[in-house]
């Protein structure tokens, strides 16, 4: 059985994992990423990480999913502003510090390659995993392998515009999808709402639970608000423009959701999936369509799917 | 020095080509496709074709390029509307008259596939061919390899929303590329144009060339005509949007435009570049940004593609 070292590192924590040949964690651990200490300090952290998982265990190769752009070729972190990583060469760092050459992944690419390999979409032939969190995070796999795109960034489906000229986006574009799917997105739709209808059931559920979050909607819509249902479903509306491009795009076996708003589960897929097969292209004439799921690994997914980048 | 065959079914004509491995054509030939008689008079045209093709040579394998949605794996065209062909086992058909299996792929991939191989696009690492002609079709080329998708469609670029709830689309959704970058939408926003400014040159060129076509808002702008000039304005920045999100979905090494709008060459690929690259997403970030080209093989791309998809 080969062995697989993954590290998610994130803005707040680094995490890592020992992963076998089938992706199973056989032991893992975590540490503050104090991003603030500087490059070197967040380097050494990761590195002690790798040597302690290695640890008695012959370590057939090591993997890192990375906030932002990476160029895995390269081996260079070029953006990841979350930790102030701007064009670093931490592969030669890591391997100074290691021995080992580690591969490097954006992160929510690390995840969907995970969630085929043992999580929501294990087995499928082409999968896409869309993440609805403070932003829209995208990764495709095609036949096993993730798509990582020629320019050193990742398969950016957040933003892919689908209203031109629309709401403006953190990335300088206008009308992104992440602007319109987030958990961000759908707090802005709500607090709208809730001002223009102060007999909505919404206020009271805010008050209730200490602020308007991603559940506010659906706790409301479930408690027969009508402006709750409203909003639920026009979020629902964008939600589908989105991933019908991404299903005309693609034509992939899975889609799969994960983040904060992909908890509501079945509240959110059956309208979601009612909108989207209505928009397939040539849905009419085939009887295969993209199932659509929600992710299952949750914060594992980032390790494992770092570690099983390096294997492959 | 392998051979193959690639046949191009098109509504017209049926074409197709002796190829050899390089992807250079050694001989060629055309027929009309007189859907009209039926498939089996279409299917026996095709096995013909083929037969002559092969006269005294070693035949590696063949690819039939197809018009709408194909199921390679089945062997099978799903839906072919300008042919009429509505699953349909052509794989079967042409094995009882000629002896050899085709390989089934949708014909906008085909002609994808040929500018990487030997056209615009010739060994490039990844590529997305964009066609710009009465629809908005869409090709892509990973590592060599067509993207064709699980559900047995292709890549639809153009029906990717880029406005929601906007423009109606022959596909049944609204606001789809299609409706905004196809040289058909560019005819009706020219013909919207004509209509609220009588003193636009437009009306004189259209008078003089018999007509409306793609080209007439492109002849205007040339001459110094304002509402020309706002009209490719309008139409290239709807074009860098689709373009834009292609990137930031693929980030391809190369995207090569075909069809009629395309023959404006530096035209229209001038402005489109400036405005796309703005709205790569992380472009300050890199160097790399995806080239934008126009195609080189015409009408043979299909062709080609077909005969170089058998070898794949």
Not at 205 to 211: M, T
């Amino acid at each position: 059985m080969k062995h697989y070292i993954g590290i998610d590192l994130g803005g707040t924590n680094i995490k890592g994992a020992l992963v076998n040949e089938n992706g199973e964690i056989i032991k893992q651990n975590t540490c503050p990423t104090y991003a603030e200490q500087g490059v070197e300090a967040v380097t050494e952290n990761i590195a002690n990480m790798i040597r302690n998982l290695a640890e008695g265990v012959t370590i057939d190769g090591v993997g890192m999913g990375c906030p932002g752009t990476v160029d895995d070729k390269a081996g260079t972190v070029v953006y990841a502003c979350n930790i102030g990583w701007v064009d670093y060469d931490v592969r030669t760092a890591l391997k100074e510090l290691t021995g080992y050459d580690v591969c490097l992944v954006n992160d929510a690419n690390a995840a969907a390659l995970a969630e085929v390999v043992v999580g929501a979409v294990k087995g499928a032939e082409s999968a896409v995993v869309v993440t609805l969190g403070t932003g829209v995070g995208g990764g495709v796999v095609i036949d096993g392998k993730l798509l990582t795109g020629y320019t050193g960034a990742a398969s950016e489906l957040g933003h892919m515009v689908i209203i031109a000229d629309g709401e403006e986006c953190a990335c300088g574009r206008r009308g992104c999808f992440e602007a319109y799917a987030s958990a961000t997105a759908l707090i802005r739709m709500t607090h709208e709402a809730m001002e223009k209808h102060p007999e909505s059931a919404m206020h009271q559920i805010a008050a209730e639970l200490g602020g308007v979050d991603g559940r506010t909607t659906f706790t409301a819509q479930q408690m027969g608000d009508a402006v709750g249902d409203e909003v639920v479903k026009t979020y629902v509306h964008y939600l589908s423009i989105g991933i019908a491009n991404i299903v005309n795009i693609f034509f992939p076996e899975v889609i799969a959701l994960s983040g904060g708003v992909a908890n509501q589960g079945e509240n959110l897929l059956v309208p979601l999936r009612a909108e989207v097969q209505q928009q397939e292209y040539g849905a009419a004439y085939t009887a295969k369509h993209p199932r659509i799921v929600c992710c299952t690994l949750g914060n594992t997914a980032g390790m494992i799917g770092a570690a099983m980048f390096a294997k492959e």
